[in-house]
C-alpha cells in the first residue's frame, strides 16, 4: 500500500473514531436532557397547580372569590395529565370542587386537599421513577461511551504500533541499503515488491548498485592487469628494484633482487624493510640511508660474485 494511502487511511479512521465518540456523547447527552427536561415541564406543572390550588382552598373559607382562581388550575390540571393514575385522580377532584361550587364545607375542603395530596404524591412517584431511570440511562450511556472509547483507544494502539512501521520500513531498508553501498558491498539489492512508491526508487538502487559492481569489476581487472604488466616490465630489467612505500614497508621486487639478497617473496613483501634487514646485511646497508641523514642517493658499492657493484637509492 503506498504510504499516502496509508497516511490517509490512519487519518481517516483517527477522524472516524472522533466523529463516533463525538456524536455518541451529543447523543447521549440530549437524550438525558430531553428526559429531565420532560419531567420538569410534566410533573413539576402538576405539582405546582396542586399547590396553588392548595392555597386558593385555603382562602376559600372566608373568601369566595378564591373560588374562581381555584377552577382556572383545575382547568390547567385537566390540560396536563401525564401519569395513569392521575386521570382518575383528576375526576375525583373536579367532583369535590364542583360539591364545593354548591357548599362550602369543612368536610368538602377536607375531601379536595385529600385528592389534592393524591396528585402531589402520583407526580412525586412519578419523578422518583423517572429519575431512577434517567440515572439507569446516564449509567448506561456512560457504559456505552467507556466501551466505545475503549475500542478506539485500541484501534488507535494497534495504529500506533502498525502504521509507522509500515511507513518506516521502506525508509530503514533503504538507509541499510545505502549504509551497504557505503561499505563497498555492491552486490546488495532492494525489493519492494508490495509498495508502488518505493519499487521505482529500488529499481533506481539496484541500478546503481549493479553499474558500481561493474565498475568495481573493471576497475580491478584493470589494477591486476597494470600490475601484472608493471611486474612483467619490472622482472625484465637485470638491475635489482625493489619497491618500498612511505612506511618503508616493502611493496615489490624484481626476480634479479630477490635472486641477490637471497629473499623469497613470502620473506619480504609486505614487511617492513628494516625488519627483513635485521637478517639481511646486504638489504640492511642497501637502506642504510632511508634512516640517517646521509645521501640518500648516492651510489653504495657492493660485491655479488666476483664483481663490485653500486646500489642506488630512488
Not at 9 to 18: E, K, N, P, S
Not at 108 to 113: G, P, Y
Request: some cysteine.
Amino acid at each position: 500500500m503506498q504510504i499516502q494511502k496509508r497516511l490517509t487511511l490512519g487519518i481517516g479512521v483517527l477522524f472516524a473514531m472522533i466523529l463516533l465518540l463525538g456524536i455518541q456523547s451529543v447523543g447521549y447527552i440530549r437524550d438525558l436532557s430531553k428526559a429531565s427536561v420532560n419531567i420538569i415541564a410534566d410533573n413539576y406543572n402538576s405539582l405546582r397547580y396542586a399547590s396553588d390550588m392548595m392555597t386558593s382552598l385555603d382562602s376559600i373559607e372566608y373568601d369566595s372569590a378564591a373560588m374562581l382562581p381555584l377552577l382556572e388550575t383545575l382547568a390547567l390540571q385537566q390540560k396536563n395529565i401525564t401519569e395513569a393514575d392521575e386521570f382518575q385522580a383528576t375526576g375525583a377532584l373536579q367532583q369535590r370542587i364542583a360539591m364545593l361550587q354548591d357548599t362550602v364545607t369543612p368536610r368538602t375542603i377536607q375531601l379536595v386537599r385529600s385528592d389534592l395530596y393524591r396528585i402531589m404524591e402520583l407526580n412525586m412517584a412519578a419523578i422518583q421513577a423517572k429519575s431512577r431511570l434517567l440515572s439507569d440511562a446516564s449509567e448506561e450511556a456512560m457504559w456505552w461511551l467507556a466501551i466505545t472509547a475503549v475500542l478506539c483507544v485500541l484501534i488507535a494502539f494497534v495504529f500506533l504500533i502498525r502504521f509507522p512501521r509500515g511507513v518506516v520500513k521502506p525508509i530503514t531498508m533503504l538507509k541499510e541499503g545505502i549504509l551497504e553501498i557505503a561499505n563497498f558491498n555492491y552486490d546488495k539489492r532492494l525489493d519492494f515488491k508490495h509498495n508502488k512508491e518505493f519499487k521505482t526508487v529500488a529499481e533506481s538502487f539496484n541500478k546503481m548498485a549493479e553499474k558500481l559492481s561493474e565498475y568495481r569489476r573493471s576497475t580491478v581487472e584493470d589494477l591486476m592487469t597494470n600490475k601484472k604488466r608493471i611486474e612483467a616490465i619490472v622482472n625484465s630489467l637485470h638491475e635489482p628494484i625493489i619497491g618500498l612505500d612511505p612506511d618503508k614497508k616493502i611493496l615489490f621486487m624484481n626476480n634479479e633482487a630477490f635472486t641477490i639478497l637471497n629473499l623469497k617473496p613470502i620473506d619480504v613483501i609486505g614487511k617492513n624493510a628494516a625488519e627483513v634487514a635485521l637478517g639481511n646485511d646486504l638489504l640492511r646497508r642497501l637502506i642504510r640511508g632511508l634512516y640517517s641523514s646521509e645521501n640518500e642517493h648516492a651510489p653504495r658499492p657492493n660485491y655479488w660474485g666476483k664483481k663490485k657493484n653500486f646500489f642506488e637509492n630512488g
